[in-house]
């Protein structure tokens, strides 16, 4: 189906053959499942930088002793107080409202694998996740946030080391929360309950998020056991692709030394240096022909 006379090819002949494996390689299967695993990458992706932004701003007011008594000051303008608090509802949102997004992408990833090893382990590891007192709790607040009003937040300030020493501490309010308590199911509840002095979001947060880090980063490492051959089928492709556009010279498969070369070429133009072939090291004429080429080459997808 396809010609492997690479060098033999005219130009023409050799953009028919690239417009074909253009076509071929946007149907393949694997370019489906890479298209529906990209989709899950990217949300959490999205909820991983949220969760370390708000991880952020509760470290600085844990951390930043300046921040800390503006926190607490009442004797003058509040404005830094008011941005705190802005930035961590901003902050918090963004969180919860990326992690909902998150779960219900994977859960419709979830299911194109029905009843295999990955569906049930996933669920298993999943569970783990989602049972856990703390992950209940803010889901639930989430809908809090959404359909009730803003997070009533707290912050404690304690001294020890004859005063030298500061601790501040940015809760939720338990009592406030508990005020709607027709809006918690029991679980919320028993774990407000259980947190009277109010719940420390930092540690509620980042025990979230590191929970979910795990699940995920075991979900990735799935997917090339679940799609190997395609994948395998797919790299070919892009192999005969990358062929075709070199001229039989390359397959991709050194796709990092060649990208590597390529920014050292500019780095060498840029500081007047001659540039250099890759296949030879020789130096290669003003107009760049082979760090350009280099650049059209394609990388093979393996792993998301």
């Given at each position: ?126 569970k783990q996740v989602a049972d856990a007192p703390g992950t209940k709790f803010l889901r639930k607040f ?163």
């Amino acid at each position: 189906m396809y010609r492997e006379d690479y060098a033999a090819m005219t130009p023409e002949e050799r953009d028919v053959q690239l417009r074909q494996l253009d076509v071929d390689l946007r149907s393949h299967p694997a370019a489906a499942a890479m298209g529906r695993w990209s989709s899950i990458n990217r949300a959490h992706r999205t909820f991983a930088m949220n969760a370390r932004e708000l991880d952020a701003v509760l470290d600085a007011s844990e951390t930043d002793q300046e921040l800390q008594m503006e926190l607490i000051q009442n004797v003058r303008d509040d404005a830094v107080r008011r941005g705190f608090f802005a930035l961590l509802d901003q902050r918090l949102f963004n969180t919860l409202a990326s992690a909902v997004t998150l779960v219900e992408h994977t859960n419709k990833l979830r299911n194109d694998y029905p009843n295999t090893v990955f569906w049930r382990e996933f669920e298993r590891r999943n569970k783990q996740v989602a049972d856990a007192p703390g992950t209940k709790f803010l889901r639930k607040f989430r809908n809090y946030l959404v359909h009730v009003g803003s997070a009533p937040f707290s912050s404690t300030m304690s001294w020890s080391g004859g005063g030298a020493d500061a601790a501040l501490r940015v809760h939720l309010d338990s009592a406030a929360l508990l005020e709607r308590r027709d809006f918690w199911d029991a679980a919320s509840r028993q774990f407000l309950e259980g947190n009277p002095d109010g719940i420390h979001l930092r540690v509620v947060s980042q025990q979230y998020g590191h929970s979910m880090q795990e699940l995920f980063e075991w979900t990735f490492s799935q997917f090339e056991s679940l799609h190997g051959a395609e994948l395998e089928s797919y790299n070919s492709l892009v192999a005969r692709r990358n062929l075709t556009l070199s001229g039989g010279e390359e397959d991709g498969s050194e796709w990092e030394a060649r990208m590597a070369h390529v920014a050292e070429n500019i780095k060498a133009r840029n500081e007047g240096r001659p540039q250099t072939s890759f296949i030879d090291g020789a130096v290669i004429d003003e107009s760049g022909e082979a760090a350009r080429r280099g650049a059209e080459l394609q990388d093979p997808p393996g792993a998301l």
